[in-house]
């Protein structure tokens, strides 16, 4: 089994209480069913829609390297699967795809 | 304990009315803002972590965090609560002020105040029930449009004006004015029947959405008669009516979701906790000379109530009932009732009589249980023809599945006649 990182990325705002809560619900059946699978290296984090860029032989500081909030980053979790297709397969299940947004599969370099 | 399923949906009214009270009535859609935040936190936090110990108590300090930050970043360009303005000028008073305000009983005040603040009287009905549900309840403008069979833009309209008064109203309604209080209540009672209703009667295809309907208006009506000015006889025997209304929901629409009447429902299905719960609020409001429509209404819930089979129905009584109402809040939907009852009691034939009599029966045009009524008790008095062609226009007039489903089991009991085929929804 080999390791890949999801980044989750865009995805439309909940327009309603309701529909925040089943897309949270959506989340965490889906995280346990991949978990139940084995699959689940680290469920991972959410991120601040917030940060700072740090460029430049300067170090200037900037706020945000996000051109536009569907590139976003908005957590990512650490997944195990067999190879690249396998993990790309997995990351289908994801409810980001409902709200339009995307899922980032990157395998981890091996030692 | 509510089901988890709602959990978002109840914090949100309650969140959105602390949050109005802080920042104002003018700020409303500031509240609305941060209470937005906070769900969409608790969603990414959420997903990944699991749920929190108590998920009430993270969404309320989330919401009290940001309200905090807002409150510190804006108190200079923006005025808040003109009677909480001043406390949130010093950062000696700002903090210990607002968690004041996010206390359990504060909050509890917090949604009355909102309710009545909804039910102003520049609002016609229909604009009070959408923003209850809207901004009490947590309803997106979609959710509402799907739940009252309206257009996404007639909702946002009517919503969009109604906020406009709300924000426009410079003051949050004084719940602590007992003048003031009276003299509204009967628009907040009759809002909340309303929204009731909508989940009971309404045109929505969805039996979940319905439930959820009067789910949120038993909530509300609570939420009033635990309060010590809200609690009047009227407002018991309101809450009583739906407690006995919503102990029949589970053997009203079956699990494939075809509608049962009164007179198919398996009684055994009925919900005993919420007919002894009705039962017990509506002991409780016989106090007093007040004799509202609601007294009346429960009270023929009630007497269907406690018969254990259809036969057993008091009939008798339940005209005689309907009789009081008539005289109270007539209405061509109470005389269909009426005549419905007159006919269990005296027969199908008086009971068509009452229907040919009942005024503003153009009123009721688009209503399919007005035919349906007529062939019903065409069908009694041994006329199948007759009584299809009432189902016909029923079948015409079927606002959903349910009802078309219905509808077309009525029509077909009539036996197989030389009439048209009923167009069915089967595409």
Redesign the interface.
């Given at each position: 089994m080999s390791e890949f990182l999801y980044l989750y990325r865009g995805a439309q705002r909940p327009a309603s209480p309701q529909e925040a809560q089943l897309t949270m619900q959506k989340w965490m059946t889906w995280l346990q069913e991949l978990s139940a699978k084995g699959h689940i290296k680290d469920n991972g984090q959410p991120l601040e829609p917030v940060g700072k860029l740090v460029s430049g032989k300067q170090k200037t500081v900037t706020d945000g390297p996000f051109a536009e909030t569907k590139d976003l980053v908005g957590g990512f979790s650490i997944v195990e699967a067999r190879d690249l297709a396998e993990a790309a397969e997995l990351s289908k299940g994801c409810p980001i795809f409902e709200r339009d947004g995307f899922v980032e599969v990157r395998p981890v370099m091996k030692m | 304990m509510e089901p988890v399923?709602?959990?978002?949906?109840r914090?949100?009214g309650r969140l959105v009315a602390v949050l109005t009270r802080i920042f104002g009535v003018h700020n409303l859609a500031l509240a609305e803002d941060v209470?937005?935040d906070a769900?969409?936190r608790?969603?990414?936090?959420?997903?990944?972590?699991?749920y929190p110990d108590d998920p009430a108590a993270w969404l309320m300090t989330t919401a009290r965090n940001r309200a905090l930050d807002v409150l510190r970043r804006e108190r200079t360009v923006r005025t808040f609560a003109p009677e909480l303005g001043r406390i949130f000028e010093s950062e000696w008073t700002l903090v210990p002020a607002l968690d004041e305000q996010f206390a359990a009983y504060a909050i509890h005040d917090d949604m009355l105040r909102m309710m009545f603040s909804c039910c102003h009287p520049r609002l016609k009905e229909d604009a009070q029930v959408a923003l209850v549900l809207h901004v009490l309840c947590?309803?997106?403008v979609?959710?509402i449009a799907s739940a009252f069979v309206s257009s996404h833009s007639a909702i946002e309209k009517r919503i969009t004006r109604a906020k406009h008064v709300l924000a426009g109203s410079h003051r949050l309604f004084d719940i602590a004015d007992p003048d003031a209080f009276s003299a509204r209540l009967p628009a907040v009672q009759r809002a909340l029947y309303l929204l009731f209703n909508e989940g009971y009667h309404g045109a929505s295809p969805e039996a979940a959405v319905r439930g959820e309907l009067c789910r949120e208006a038993m909530r509300l009506a609570g939420l009033l008669e635990a309060h010590a000015l809200g609690a009047t006889p009227a407002t018991r025997a309101l809450l009583a009516m739906m407690c006995l209304h919503a102990a029949r929901l589970p053997a009203r629409v079956n699990a494939d979701g075809d509608l049962h009447t009164l007179f198919q429902q398996d009684r055994s299905k009925w919900d005993r906790a919420l007919v002894a719960e009705g039962q017990r609020l509506l002991d409780l409001s016989a106090t007093g000379s007040e004799l509202s429509e609601y007294h009346v209404e429960a009270a023929i819930a009630w007497v269907h109530a406690r018969a254990p089979r259809t036969e057993d129905t008091e009939w008798k009584s339940i005209v005689a009932m309907y009789d009081k109402l008539m005289a109270i809040r007539p209405s061509p939907v109470v005389a269909l009732n009426r005549a419905i009852a007159i006919a269990q009691l005296d027969g199908p034939e008086r009971g068509l009589e009452a229907i040919r009599a009942i005024e503003d029966s153009d009123r009721l045009a688009q209503y399919p249980f007005y035919p349906a009524a007529v062939g019903e008790l065409e069908l009694r008095r041994g006329r199948p023809a007759a009584a299809r062609g009432q189902f016909q226009a029923a079948l015409g007039l079927a606002r959903n599945g349910a009802e078309r489903r219905f509808f077309e089991q009525r029509v077909k009991s009539c036996g197989v006649g030389s009439g048209e085929r009923p167009a069915t929804e089967s595409a």
């Open positions: - | 399923d709602s959990l978002f949906r914090e949100s209470v937005q769900f969409c608790a969603l990414e936090v959420w997903k990944f972590r699991g947590g309803f997106s979609n959710e």
